[in-house]
């Protein structure tokens, strides 16, 4: 008598659903950052040498709602008050 499990490893589109998960998952992990680049990374070094690009980039992906009429003082300001303080 058939299990459930049985008639579910009989039906050849689920078995190749599971396997195509399975490669896309091994594909991640092992390709991960290489062929998969992020999208927007943060910027590097120090803010004041940022674009004003940059700083309107780093202020939305911390959800700060950058506006498009802000300087780039206002920019600058703004992150500087959001920055984490260095530990000591």
Do not use: C, Y
């Amino acid at each position: 008598m058939p299990t459930a499990l049985d008639k579910a490893l009989r039906s050849r589109n689920a078995f190749l659903a599971f396997a195509g998960i399975v490669t896309g998952v091994a594909a991640w992990s092992i390709f991960g950052g290489e062929v998969f680049p992020q999208d927007q990374a943060d910027p590097k070094g120090n803010p004041e040498e940022w674009t004003r690009e940059e700083m309107r980039r780093w202020l939305a992906l911390r959800n700060l709602h950058p506006q498009d009429s802000d300087t780039r003082e206002q920019l600058l300001e703004r992150i500087q008050a959001n920055l984490r303080i260095p530990r000591q």
